[in-house]
């Protein structure tokens, strides 16, 4: 960390002089105190009174303590314009944007990447023509890894879990009739290395088709998070390294493709392997911060970087405190903005989300009661104010979706948003006593497990010292131990389960050898008419950009060019920084 102080130290300086102006009467306060004892004490049997407060118990849940009741007294200190406020201005507890989703609705962005490149494209559009409104592509194991289709390591993996991509060819055909000026693409990249190889194939595509990078709208992951901590790979870079690659796509971006969210930090993928929103959101804001930081270090002002910011939120089954916990990341990510930074434009200070809902809660068993889970925890998404979304078909228990399991995951988008009329009003849970409540019991266990992470002396260190792997480790072992005696309920799989239950036949995508001889076959054809002399000499700028400082960025954009490949590419990232070893979990 640049600063000494924590965020939260930050905090309690900058706002212990502000006039905080309560909501609500002293005086009503405590009459409405008093009327409430009397309640409890002569209404509540005593059983109910002694298990005042249940702890609720759910996959990916933080288990904050709940009351049976809430009344005002609970939000007694509420100050309406510092901590609610009205949409579109600060503290954006209540949304990014003035009128939400009656100005613009979600956008409804279903993941795809159905088996090969022509697959993917067909996918693409009929996703596109059935009403979706952004693309989402989804990339092949082998891909994720950064290792090409003919490699050893991609046997049996190519084009089963999303599409291959090996070179700019691929991007060609997977975008073929796409407008991609004015449909937005969210290539889910990963790691940073990975979108420092696969987007600027990407790019290149896009200028072959004519298009002025400038006016590209659409989004990377690039985020060390994924590679450094949820990966399983059988190589790592070091997170210090790794950190540097972010952020050289981030300046790449930010310069290059100004319409281009240039990181979604990626709270899902860490919360799915294994921790609660807490710990999702904690990290996710640490990574912004070290980001902000590292970017002020290259001379950049944070609120011209802050401006394409954006997040990516799991979104799981405890239906209130998913909602609360979203309303608490705008407000906590403002005030982190506002007082950290000393932001100036609102722009920057707006925490935009991208949100799935979580694979990891759909089940085998009982297949389609995934379709109920998807279906509420959509609505919790929306009811929080997400800016994009993703549903999980019930079919993502198995295997990619075929078309028609995508369909109905995106039909639950449509329906929530024609038929319920739940996007007329915005923020429409604002001003419930349970929810504001809620609300601000996230904000503060958030900036609580921030401080932690800043104490063990930042982001970096924190993944390169094993506490946020160790993190990861005692959530996962908890939460199986209490699948396994019952504490955690999953209907129909320990919780009301039948005891005759099978699970039923479902179609999956196949796994078909044909696509990987196809890929190595256009792969040996690309090769052999590139200019391979050209090529090596990219390869080689790249391992010299590495090791001068340099931004490398650019030099993997002149690899694309020349024809270089992802696993070409991958390799050289090694060259220069050499292997690390994940920390000892204890």
């Known amino acids: 960390m640049s600063v000494e102080k924590t965020t939260k130290e930050i905090f309690e300086e900058k706002l212990k002089e502000k006039k905080r102006i309560p909501l609500y009467n002293p005086e009503a306060i405590e009459k409405i105190k008093e009327g409430f004892d009397e309640w409890k004490n002569t209404k509540v049997r005593e059983k109910e009174r002694e298990n005042w407060e249940v702890t609720p118990h759910t996959i990916l849940g933080s288990e904050i303590p709940r009351g049976m009741l809430y009344t005002p007294c609970d939000v007694a200190d509420l100050d309406y314009e510092a901590d609610v406020g009205f949409p579109g201005q600060e503290p954006f507890t209540r949304g990014p944007y003035p009128n939400m989703y009656r100005g613009r609705v979600f956008t409804i962005r279903q993941l795809s990447g159905a088996g090969s490149p022509e697959e993917t494209n067909e996918r693409l559009k009929f996703l596109l023509e059935s009403g979706a409104t952004g693309t989402n592509l989804a990339l092949d194991l082998p891909t994720v890894q950064m290792f090409d289709s003919d490699e050893p390591e991609s046997i049996g993996q190519v084009g089963t879990v999303g599409v291959p991509i090996d070179c700019v060819q691929d991007m060609e055909v997977i975008y073929k009739d796409i407008p991609i000026d004015k449909v937005s693409s969210s290539i889910v ?40 901590i949820v990966r399983r790979a059988p190589e790592y870079i070091p997170p210090a390294d790794d950190f540097r690659i972010q952020c050289d796509n981030i300046e790449f971006l930010r310069k290059e493709v100004p319409r281009w969210n240039y990181i979604t930090l990626n709270g899902y993928n ?32 944070p609120d011209w970087v802050a401006e394409r910011m954006a997040f990516f939120w799991s979104v799981s089954n405890d239906f209130f405190e998913e909602i609360a916990r979203l309303r608490a990341a705008r407000r906590l990510w403002y005030k982190i903005m506002k007082y950290r930074f000393d932001s100036k434009k609102p722009r920057s200070q707006l925490e935009r989300c991208h949100i799935q809902t979580s694979g990891i809660s759909l089940q085998r068993v009982e297949p389609y009661d995934n379709v109920i889970r998807s279906a509420f925890q959509a609505m919790a998404a929306i009811l929080g104010g997400t800016q994009s979304l993703h549903v999980d078909s019930y079919a993502e228990a198995y295997s990619v979706p075929l078309e028609e399991d995508s369909l109905l995951a995106l039909r639950t988008q449509q329906i929530i948003n024609a038929e319920t009329q739940v996007t007329q009003v915005v923020d429409p849970l604002a001003g419930s006593f349970y929810v504001e409540k809620l609300t601000n019991i996230a904000e503060a266990k958030v900036l609580d497990q921030l401080e932690e992470i800043e104490k063990e002396g930042g982001f970096v260190e924190a993944i390169e010292s ?29 919780y009301f389960r039948r005891p005759d239950v099978k699970e039923p036949p479902i179609k999956c995508q196949e796994v078909l050898e044909e696509r990987r001889q196809r890929q190595i076959e256009k792969l040996k054809k690309w090769r052999a008419e590139r200019d391979n002399d050209k090529v090596e000499s990219c390869l080689g700028a790249i391992v010299d950009a590495c090791k001068s400082g340099e931004n490398v960025t650019y030099k993997t954009i002149e690899a694309a060019r020349a024809g270089a490949t992802e696993g070409e590419m991958r390799r050289k990232f090694v060259e220069a920084f050499g292997m690390w070893k994940q920390p000892l979990v204890i």
């Open 270 to 301: 860490l919360r799915e392997e294994g921790t609660d929103e807490i710990t999702e959101m904690a990290v996710a804001f640490a990574n912004g911060i070290a980001i902000l930081e590292e970017m002020q270090e290259r001379g950049y002002d």
């Open 466 to 494: 094993g506490w946020m792997h160790n993190k990861i480790a005692s959530y996962i072992a908890k939460e199986r131990r209490e699948i396994d005696d019952g504490t955690i309920k999953i209907v129909g799989y320990n």
């Open 189 to 228: 990249t990963h790691y940073p290395r990975n979108s420092m190889i696969i987007f600027p194939m990407f790019l290149v595509m896009a200028e072959k088709r004519g298009y002025d990078w400038k006016t590209l709208p659409g989004s990377v992951q690039n985020d060390i998070t994924m590679e450094n």
